[in-house]
């Protein structure tokens, strides 16, 4: 993923005064990507700033260094109580503080194609770097990654716009976010434990049989004519019925003895 830096001298930020990001918040700059690119590095703007933009063709610029507060979706302290995103009513600060802000260039929110997967893997990629540097996790869900409406609603209702594909957006970062990654990760890994178990008693009960197989071949197969069958095995072999006597099974020499004992042999 390529990141244009874009930030100047005249970039507005400010500290983030020791809080950790760990908001994503979604907006429609409202103008082209070349308009942007122009506002946010103007000596004029003492308003505004985002730490990203992405253009309709899926091009990432960056504006503000993500530890540094962007001036992106402030509003003032009375205002924190009607914000429909509970993590800005539970924080109780200025929301730039502890958000990172994404901007999308157009009008009406629809994104297309190469934008909406520009923007997908931009949301992990802030995740991955608040990980990095602040070792702080959250998730890409619905609590986390939020519209600027939802943090101003009567200043910014239409902001990231009416047609924002929210639904499609929360689907995709589902199977992008690194916690869930980190979720399947160690279910795969107890899996292979399980397997790794469950092929060690293979291997013990393979050994097992091998070995109840060899003592079952020892038990039939003797090494030496029993002496109680010595006699028989000598008629037999002299009366030519039989011209390899050793190694036979027991049954072999229960069956000559038998037939010797009744005089057959
Ligand atoms: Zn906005």
Redesign the pocket.
Known sequence: MEITWMGNEHTNSSSREGYVPFVI?N??SAGTMSSMDAWFRSPDNRVSSAHFGISKAGEIHQYVDIKRMAW??GIPKEQIPNAEAEVVRKMGVNPNLYCV?I?HEGMVGELTPEQFNASVKLHRYIQDQIYEIWQKEFSLTPYYVIG?YQINPTG?PY??GRRFPWERLYAALEKVDRLKEAEQMEELQRQVEELRRHMNELAAENQRLGERIQSLETLHNQPEIPTWAADAVQAAVEGQLVLNPENGSLDFYRILTVLHRKGLI
């Open positions: 918040v907006h429609i992106a979706q802000s901007e600027h910014k902001c990231p």
